[in-house]
């Protein structure tokens, strides 16, 4: 199954598997790139969505009620940011590393904003309160 629009996100969908980047592909509605940069653009957008669920350790609130992921669940999320990380390095117009282009992800996203959300929900999910208990005196 490939996605409405012929483009890279179809060769992420190949490369990481039709599953679980078929509704990420079709979530972007925009014109087909007609430059090299813009391809490019296109394969980053889709790295900075997976590395936000790399970051999470529980399923996506807006979708339900949160739980913590599976070591499965995390396991695909991880290897499908590093094909796509590793699909942008081929790409790529300069020569980067998969742990710069990593780094730069994690920049774009505000990667500390989204892990302080993540450990507020975490904690949530545990019944550990945001702040720590007044101790009696």
């Known amino acids: 199954m490939f ?5 890279a996100c179809n060769l992420a969908c190949l490369a990481v598997g039709t599953n679980y980047l078929a509704r990420v592909c079709t979530v972007l509605t925009m014109s087909r790139p007609k430059t090299y940069a813009e391809v ?3 394969i980053e957008r889709h790295v900075d969505d997976v590395h936000r669920r ?7 609130p807006a979708r339900g009620l949160p739980r913590f992921k599976k070591k499965a669940e995390q396991a695909q999320d991880e290897r499908a940011l590093d094909t796509l990380l590793r699909l942008l390095a081929e790409v790529h117009p300069e020569v980067l590393t998969v742990d710069r282009l990593r ?3 994690y920049t774009r996203i505000d990667g500390p904003a989204l ?23």
């Open 3 to 7: 996605c409405a629009r012929r483009s």
């Open 103 to 105: 780094a730069d992800s």
């Open 54 to 60: 790399v970051l999470r350790s529980t399923t996506d």
């Open 115 to 137: 892990a302080a959300e993540d450990t507020r929900l975490r904690r949530r999910l545990q019944g550990i309160p945001e702040t720590a208990p007044s101790s009696l005196v």
């Open 40 to 42: 490019v653009e296109v």
